[in-house]
């Protein structure tokens, strides 16, 4: 039986994987958080990596962030996640690990990218700028895995997940993203009898959106089936504007106030949508109701907040 080895499993990602991996019967399973070994410090990792000798490790570990944390943060976006990879990588060589599977982001894609964005899209134009110093780290993480692969044959893949969201996810308003920072946003405003609700930008960016459930199942199909030095993107291949995913939210909610968009503030990237061909090519099918996981997210999100061990990051 194959030993798992999960780094950021407290993680809203990592919890997902840990959970899949369960459901898929790996018994044999580590799960690392910050708490249990800090990546960034290179002697702890190897101790880690050499003493456990997995089969496989997952690297959902990583310092993440919304639009205000990315721009406000970005010494520590990007040196923070250089460590964590290099290190994890470096470690998992000396333990002769040969599956690593490394989660990068969509936000690695050129800001104006042709839509939907194939996996060839890498460094083909600009970044965005508000989240470049955390996209810069992870294509240097993907760049590492494809050089262990060169030159050591290591059976190591980058993928790469559109926004994930789901129980556990970091609903600050001021370091989280989007989606939970809306959930937060219109359920205060509903039970403290508010009319509106001020949301960042136009509206009008278009992004796509995947349950992080949804997302682990995915995963554990390109993990059974996926050998390549090239990424793979993970999505749903659809889309809603940021306005709609509003406006869903507020219904979900319940919130019966108005929307105020400030124009003052950036918008971040027009539209990020993943071209899911190849992962589809593996005989993944999404089946995802966009509406039911954002349900049940905000029932997460409700039952959290009651109990103060329910792990819920609001700041």
């Known amino acids: 039986m194959a030993r798992w080895l999960v780094a950021g499993s407290t993680g ?4 997902a994987i840990v959970r899949a991996a369960k459901n898929l019967g790996i018994s044999d399973l580590i ?3 910050s708490q249990v070994c800090d990546l960034r410090d290179y002697q702890k990792t190897r101790n880690l990596l050499m003493d456990s000798k997995p089969d496989v490790v997952i690297d959902a570990a ?5 639009i205000l944390a990315n721009s406000s943060q970005p010494v520590e976006f990007m040196t923070y996640n250089l460590q964590i990879q290099t290190n994890l ?5 000396e333990a002769d690990v040969q599956k690593l599977v490394f989660l990068s982001s969509s936000c690695v894609y050129p800001k104006d990218a042709k839509q939907p964005i194939t996996e060839s899209a890498i460094l083909t134009g600009p970044l965005e700028e508000t989240n470049s110093a955390y996209a810069i780290a992870k294509i ?6 494809q050089a262990y692969r060169q030159q050591f044959n290591r059976d190591w893949i980058s993928v790469m997940p559109t926004n994930l969201f789901g129980s556990f996810d970091n609903f600050s308003t001021t370091s989280g993203h989007f989606l939970p920072a809306f959930i937060r946003k219109f359920h205060e405003a509903k039970i403290n009898h508010e009319n509106q609700v001020v949301l960042w930008g136009s509206g009008k960016p278009r992004r796509e959106l995947m349950d992080a459930d949804e997302f682990a199942r995915a995963l554990m199909t390109v993990i059974k089936h996926y050998d390549s030095g090239e990424i793979i993107n993970i999505g749903t291949g659809q889309d809603l504007s940021i306005k709609e995913i509003a406006e869903l939210v507020k219904k979900i909610v ?4 108005d929307i105020i968009w400030d124009l003052s503030k950036p918008d971040g990237t027009p539209r990020k949508l993943l071209d899911v061909t190849k992962l589809e090519a593996l005989g993944y099918t999404c089946n995802e109701d966009l509406e039911t996981s954002i349900l049940k997210t905000y029932e997460w999100f409700k039952l959290a907040i009651s109990q103060p061990t329910s792990g819920l990051r609001l700041s």
Not at 89 to 93: N, P, R
Not at 140 to 145: D, F, T, V
């Open 62 to 66: 990583a310092k993440v962030g919304g």
């Open 12 to 15: 809203m990602a990592g919890r």
């Open 89 to 93: 990588f470096s470690a998992s060589h």
């Open 254 to 257: 319940g919130f019966e106030g």
């Open 31 to 33: 799960e690392v958080s």
């Open 140 to 145: 240097a993480g993907m760049r590492l895995i």
